[in-house]
């Protein structure tokens, strides 16, 4: 399950590449080629993030939830190399529940049973 704390980690990090070149590959589905595109973080938004591709100065957009499914992968040019966009891990309900249990007190566990 992906929380909107994951996509808020994953939206500051592409936040702070704003401006920068990027290659994103993308699938368009299981039979066909992934293509893949230079581009240029332009803008973010709550919930999509717009980028302006280098070829012929058209504009596509890609919700946040693409990276994480991996519908898309993003590496960014450092202006050396380029490098995967880092993306949190998606946290299980298992593990946000024995995090969420660890940071209660006893008395909290008992009165909320």
């Known amino acids: 399950m992906i929380y909107r704390s994951d996509i ?4 500051n990090n ?7 070149k990027i290659i994103l590959r993308e699938s368009p589905g299981k039979r066909s ?6 581009a ?7 919930s999509y993030f717009r980028v302006k591709f280098d ?3 058209s504009t596509g957009a890609y919700n946040y939830t693409d990276v994480f499914t991996k519908a898309i992968e993003i590496e960014v040019y450092d202006g050396e190399n380029y490098s995967p966009l880092g ?4 946290e299980t309900k298992k593990s946000r529940e ?3 249990l660890n940071q209660m007190t006893t ?5 909320n049973s």
């Open 14 to 20: 592409i936040e702070n590449e704003i401006g920068k």
């Open 87 to 90: 993306v949190p891990a998606i």
């Open 98 to 100: 024995k995090e969420i």
């Open 33 to 38: 080629k992934t293509l893949e595109k230079s």
């Open 55 to 57: 070829n012929n100065d």
């Open 8 to 11: 808020a980690t994953l939206r």
């Open 40 to 46: 240029v973080i332009e803008k973010i938004y709550p």
């Open 107 to 111: 008395s909290e566990i008992m009165r």
